[in-house]
């Protein structure tokens, strides 16, 4: 069984602030993991991937994040927000060797202040 | 560019009414899903399709039916709209390989049952 679990559902920062959103997973076997954005009244939009390969992936718009085997956990950084950065994050993992289905975290809203 | 279209971005509907969301994908894809998704809640799975002709069920199946009859068009079927079906709803399509790409999603259908 897979889950992922994203603490806070909102994160407010200032623009120019470094940028944290924190995903923690549970996989019993190798994970793969992603992280999505969703700006308002639209789908989600892949940000980046970790898919075994190096452990920080960078993705688009300056975001990346780590993996960390040993705390479980994929947290997303930026270092400098922006305020077109606003929007919702959804952590997703899915696991090798199995159905491959995503499961999605509940997500968490960045709010950045001017 | 490659897309996932959803044919409507709102949609109000009567209680009782048998509603169609349709969407379709121009990267063929060949599996292809619906979610939901509800305000603190995340993404939730409907139903999903590996290839044409077959489904299978998610998470929150009931109350949802769905028609995959051609590679590039899955459509969700809600055979008795209730207004606890009142959400947003978004479909999604990834490679066979679809563990290691993500999901491309549509722009998703605001769905209001009245």
């Known amino acids: 069984a897979q889950s992922v679990t994203q603490l806070g559902s909102h994160v407010s920062v200032s623009e120019g602030a470094l940028v944290l959103l924190r995903c923690n997973y549970s996989?019993?076997?190798?994970?793969?993991l992603f992280w999505y954005v969703q700006y308002p009244n639209q789908g989600l939009q892949l940000l980046l991937k970790y898919t075994s390969a190096a452990t920080l992936v960078k993705g688009i718009n300056g975001f990346e994040a780590e993996f960390k085997k040993s705390e479980t956990s994929f947290h997303l950084t930026k270092p400098s927000a922006h305020m077109s950065d606003a929007a919702e994050y959804f952590c997703a993992v899915t696991l090798s060797g199995g159905s491959y289905i995503p499961t999605f975290g509940r997500g968490t809203s960045l709010i950045v202040h001017p | 560019d490659v897309k996932v279209t959803q044919s409507s971005r709102y949609l109000v509907k009567r209680t009782g009414e048998k509603v169609f969301l349709e969407c379709v994908q121009d990267m063929d894809h060949e599996n292809m899903f619906w979610y939901r998704q509800d305000p603190g809640l995340g993404l939730r799975l409907i139903y999903f399709s590996y290839d044409v002709k077959m489904k299978e069920k998610g998470d929150i199946p009931e109350g949802y039916s769905v028609s995959r009859e051609k590679k590039e068009r899955f459509s969700l079927i809600l055979e008795s709209a209730s207004t606890n079906q009142t959400s947003m709803y978004l479909c999604?399509?990834?490679?066979?390989?679809?563990?290691?790409?993500?999901?491309?999603f549509g722009s998703g259908t605001r769905l209001t049952v009245v």
């Open positions: 996989s019993s076997v190798p994970p793969y």
């Open positions: 999604a399509s990834s490679r066979r390989d679809r563990a290691l790409y993500g999901y491309t």
